[in-house]
């Protein structure tokens, strides 16, 4: 309603407006109350920070956050809950626009020395200003109304954004956000609440330029035309040519529109170590010493972070999913972190509130967001499981002895004050011995008032954290013994010399070869997130190195059960002695490393890269045992650990020249920063070398490459600060000189190595302008599919299909000049001309597009142009895209299988923690089916890659794969829904990870599929024919061996179950046979060929 209620009130700020759907005697009237009856629409001025001011109708009776819906609708900024509005501190309007800062407004006033607190008041509010926390703004708060914080008619508020959360996908397409993003990225730059180097001042600044003035102009645009001061930050205003250095930028822009340039400017803000956090200004206790020293307290999206107050350097982050509650004050704020630190953080603020309230709108947004994506069924994002658990100080099972102790007895009165007991008489006192100690156990969990420090009294030092690291190993511990244990129980094997029992066998040994060889992968990457978790013991994750260890015992215990298949599969008696000997000396390797990893020893990280190294031997006897040389070639192995070992000679040459700086530092404390910075650079390039050596024969595993990466940046940070520490130390031009061209060449081997994994992993070869072109055609054509409805995309994706074809028709005609005159030259003349009539159509396709870009016709008859275009190349080339998209499934079904063979195991580790067990068996259910559903996958697999050529192998696995994607989803499905009621952090989140690695996996697997499935599409009554001559020679074998009398039953194969597996497939096939013959009578090509496929699987 326009108008309503309002009772008056001599404050202005304590009057309210009447809710209508309340009685008057909700709001207590009393005699004399007055009630006015007056317009609740009024006009509210809101100011851009680009200085524009936009006038916007608001109902007064609503809360700030009611209304920021009214403004954002009405500028066109869709999501409201990251905007928020503060007060400006320049309106004449407002008589309380601003308050003094964080450090003025009541901290650290004492008596006793007021004017050295009131001087260190000044300093800390001068430094506050200086960096421009987010204290200095005067935020309204959501949950009042204007009128109630004193926020009058006539003043003007500044509109901008709180939160970043989904800034990251703001683009042109949405015009009104880039400006305001631009616009707030812009003046954090320039007054230095994001720090960046020279080069990227100049690059911004560059892309400002392009954004005022447009493209540079020689003649206009010369020395002195700009106005530093609003281009850059106040440091590199007066640097001598660095206005020079901005028109390079700007000439590198050219022809740049300015909502491109927009975009440009925020990326290259997103890309600063600071973008999107937001600071305030703390004391907090300096460590070892009773005395408080200044900090930047920032908080964003991800983390809470501490920040050095002068360089801005982040010293230590906190993920916001490790944040369990926390406590404002009207002079402090402490964060309580539960089992992921060891002590609370506390900070000296007044702004406690406003942290709080930051940290509580991040968990709010990100909560609401995950809950809009859990009502729409969106699956594969990051974090779409949300996870809450109680966390108890303790959870344990103790089983002890009830121990009884004598002692003498007293005699006295009971009688206490406040106490009545009933009267009685005294009885009579006897000794006597209580039976043997009984054994007691209790499990579960007690909630009591008081939790009395158990785990201290039993592991004194060891936290809760690190007590649950020690279970998960010494559970560890005692699965590998019991799999060494069932490693010397050989599997008894009756199989027959016929095809059918050859090919079991042959097919069972791939299967549990590939599954031997995905379980090693997932320890591979464990170990080696062990190694690079136990870098730093301060900033150690104990949940994240207990949820590696459980990856290991859980892929553990499955393993074995495929090693001893396959040492009852081989032929010979010594390769199966040698595999299981192999398998043994593996689990002693990583009884050594999780020893290591224990929270209980000595911190040596020595002693965990040499465990670390063992494990890689015995993981590389293990593969040989099995006559595999795991998912990579040795050849890119080897040149693998070369690389990684050119990488630990260039720090080994850094640190040389480090310690050569240190010996000449003047301060001791310097001297001994130099050295300690270059010691831990060695230890961490030891470390890098170490991860490579563990996971170089299953590098081709994401969470290995993860792993890789993680371990190269750990190096790439202490080169950093061993450059840092050493321009402190000296002044020396020839010394830092040699220490930056050791670090150069440091990061220079890291880029190789790296880049060496990128192509190595991708699959990446010396490529030919064949396979260039037909890789820009793909992913040209997919693009246009993609953009109907957008005609300036679609053109723009028609250009780069034009220019790849015509080098594809060159190269297909240089070719046949090459062979002379012939029946070859003239296939190849005539693909290449083929090639050119289908881009001539497709370009004027796209100019009749281009003239109409609203014209729907035009688009569609652009998008079947670039179909012909893309069949023909797919012709001429050789079905060179074929054979890539194939290779894109092989990828992405060998990505699918391993990755569920870890679900499994995780799922089976997680039996023993997991409270819901209907859940459990749910979980367990969809494990068994998906098992069922691997084998095809894999065969798939490896009859593509064996026969290159095969069309029946290529629709096999495209079958495969397809089959497989049901199960698969219905086991993350499962695996999302058991997480939550897992007990053990760490078998918890090894489940969540996992799952969440495999509904990617399967997305992917998707995608590849319909994308072979249209490539391959006309071939299934070819296969489906081609399958039938197979079946037929089979059974002809078959009968043979009957006759024979060698004819034998595969293991597990009984009379009564295959009698009605052969009923059941005998109704399918009738079925598919049925549906074949209505599609070919009704002349659907597309049904005809689903139903030959499926009446050949029935067979």
């Not at 000044?122 to 204007?146: A, G, I, P, S, Y």
């Not at 250095?245 to 400017?265: M, P, W």
């Not at 002692?407 to 009933?422: C, D, K, L, N, T």
């Not at 002693?607 to 015995?618: P, R, Y």
């Amino acid at each position: 309603a326009e108008y309503g209620l309002f009772l008056h009130d001599e404050d202005p700020k304590k009057g309210v407006w009447l809710e209508s759907g309340k009685t008057l005697e909700h709001y207590m009237l009393r005699e004399a109350d007055i009630l006015e009856y007056r317009k609740k629409i009024r006009p509210l001025r809101v100011k851009m920070l680009d200085g524009s001011v936009k006038t916007v109708l608001i109902d007064d009776s609503h809360t700030a956050s009611q209304m920021l819906v009214t403004i954002c609708t009405k500028l066109g900024v869709t999501n409201y809950d990251e905007y928020s509005l503060c007060r400006d501190e320049d309106d004449p309007s407002d008589p309380k626009a601003r308050k003094d800062a964080t450090l003025n407004r009541g901290t650290l006033k004492k008596d006793k020395d007021k004017t050295s607190i009131l001087r260190d008041e000044k300093k800390m509010d001068t430094l506050k200003r200086k960096l421009h926390t987010d204290d200095e703004l005067n935020w309204l708060d959501h949950t009042r109304t204007l009128r109630e914080q004193g926020v009058e008619d006539t003043e003007t508020l500044i509109f901008r954004r709180k939160y970043f959360y989904s800034d990251q996908n703001v683009d042109k397409r949405d015009p009104v956000q880039l400006n305001l993003l631009y616009v707030q990225s812009r003046d954090a730059i320039l007054n230095g609440t994001h720090p960046c180097s020279q080069e990227e001042a100049t690059q911004l600044a560059g892309t400002q330029c392009q954004i005022l003035y447009n493209d540079h102009q020689e003649a206009k645009h010369k020395a002195g035309f700009l106005d530093l001061k609003v281009m850059l930050p106040k440091e590199y205003v007066k640097i001598k040519g660095i206005e020079k250095k901005i028109f390079v930028e700007h000439k590198k822009l050219l022809g740049v529109n300015e909502l491109d340039a927009k975009v440009r400017y925020t990326q290259l803000c997103r890309s600063l170590k600071t973008y999107g956090i937001t600071f305030f200004l703390v004391k907090e206790k300096m460590k070892g010493k009773n005395k408080l020293v200044p900090r930047l307290l920032g908080i964003n999206k991800e983390s809470v972070v501490r920040v050095d107050e002068r360089t801005k350097e982040i010293l230590k982050t906190w993920p916001l999913t490790h944040v369990r509650r926390w406590a404002a004050s009207p002079k402090s704020f402490t964060l309580d972190f539960g089992d992921y630190s060891e002590a609370y953080y506390s900070v000296q603020t007044t702004e406690g509130e406003q942290i709080g309230q930051l940290i509580g709108g991040y968990i709010d947004i990100i909560l609401k967001k995950k809950k809009g994506k859990d009502r729409t069924g969106i699956e594969g994002e990051e974090e779409a499981t949300l996870l809450e658990d109680s966390v108890s100080p303790a959870k344990a099972t103790f089983i002890q002895h009830q121990s009884n102790s004598k002692g003498q007895y007293e005699m006295g009165s009971v009688a206490m004050p406040g106490i009545m007991r009933q009267g009685g008489q005294a009885g009579h006192i006897s000794r006597g011995e209580m039976g043997d100690p009984l054994h007691a156990m209790s499990t579960g969990q007690g909630h009591t008032a008081h939790q009395p420090p158990m785990n201290s009294a039993r592991q004194p030092g060891l936290t809760s954290a690190q007590m649950n690291l020690k279970s998960s190993i010494d559970y560890s511990f005692t699965t590998m013994e019991d799999s060494m244990r069932n490693l010397d129980e050989k599997h008894q094997l009756n199989i027959g010399d016929d095809e059918a029992s050859l090919q079991w066998r042959k097919n069972e040994i791939d299967l549990n070869r590939q599954m031997v060889e995905s379980q090693m992968s997932a320890m591979a990457a464990a170990t080696a997130g062990i190694i690079t978790q136990s870098n730093d013991p301060n900033e150690r994750d104990y949940t994240v190195i207990g949820s590696h260890v459980t990856t290991i015992s859980s892929n553990m215990t499955e393993m074995t059960k495929g090693i001893k298949m396959l040492a009852a599969l081989l032929e010979e008696e010594d390769g199966s002695q040698n595999l299981i000997d192999a398998t043994k000396d593996m689990m002693m390797a990583f009884k050594d490393l999780l020893n290591a990893a224990s929270p209980e020893t000595e911190e040596n990280r020595q002693e965990l890269l040499s465990a670390a190294n063992k494990v890689a031997e015995a993981q590389s006897a293990l593969f040989q045992a099995m006559s595999s040389t795991g998912y990579m070639e040795p050849g890119f192995q080897d040149t693998l650990m070369q690389l990684a070992k050119a990488v630990a000679n260039a720090t080994a040459t850094l640190v040389l020249n480090s310690k050569n700086v240190a010996s000449t530092a003047e301060e001791e404390e310097m001297r001994n920063q130099v050295i300690g910075e270059a010691t831990n650079c060695a230890l961490n390039t030891s470390q890098l070398v170490a991860v490579t050596r563990v996971v170089a024969p299953t590098i081709s595993n994401p969470a290995c490459q993860e792993q890789l990466v993680e371990a190269a940046k750990l190096v790439a940070k202490s080169v950093e600060r061993v450059v840092d520490s050493s321009k402190q130390a000296t002044e020396d031009e020839n010394l830092l000189m040699n220490v930056g061209e050791a670090a150069t060449a440091v990061t220079k081997a890291l880029n190789d190595l790296l880049q060496h994994v990128k192509q190595g992993t991708a699959g990446h070869k010396p490529g030919t302008v064949y396979d260039d072109a037909c890789d820009r055609i793909v992913v040209a054509t997919d693009k246009l599919f993609s953009s109907v409805g957008n005609a300036t995309e679609m053109v723009k994706q028609a250009k780069v299909l034009a220019q790849a074809s015509s080098l594809l028709v060159g190269a297909i005609k240089g070719d046949a000049e090459g062979l002379g005159e012939g029946d070859s030259q003239q296939k190849l003349l005539g693909a290449a001309r083929e090639l050119a009539d289908a881009t001539a159509r497709m370009i004027e396709a796209a100019k009749g597009c281009a003239g109409s870009p609203n014209d729907a016709a035009q688009q569609h008859r652009l998008r079947q142009a670039a179909e012909d275009l893309r069949s023909a190349t797919n012709l001429a080339a050789n079905n060179a895209l074929k054979k890539k998209l194939i290779t894109r499934l092989e990828n992405a079904a060998k990505q699918a299988a391993a990755l569920s063979t870890q679900t499994i195991s995780a799922a089976q580790g997680a039996d023993l923690h997991n409270t819901n067990k209907s859940s459990q068996q749910e979980l367990i259910d969809e494990c068994r089916v998906t098992a069922e559903h691997i084998p095809a996958l894999v065969h798939g697999v490896r009859d593509s890659m064996n026969q290159p050529d095969s069309t029946k192998a290529q629709v096999n696995l495209i079958n495969a794969s397809q089959n497989f994607l049901a199960p698969g989803n219905n086991l993350v499905t499962a695996s999302k829904a058991a997480v939550p009621t897992v007990s053990d952090p760490s078998s918890a989140m090894q489940l969540n990870n996992v799952s969440k690695n495999l509904a990617n996996a399967l997305a992917e697997l998707k995608a590849a599929a319909a994308k072979a499935q249209e490539a391959c599409g006309s071939l299934e009554l070819d296969n489906a024919v081609e399958m039938i001559r197979t079946l037929n020679g089979e059974l002809d074998q078959m009968h043979q061996t009957a006759e024979d009398g060698k004819l034998v039953p595969l293991p597990g194969q009984v009379p009564a179950n295959c009698a009605a597996q052969l009923g059941s497939t005998s109704k399918g096939v009738g079925a598919s046979m049925a549906s074949l013959l209505t599609s070919a009578a009704q002349g659907n090509e597309n049904h005809t060929g689903i139903a030959a496929r499926d009446t050949a699987n029935s067979l």
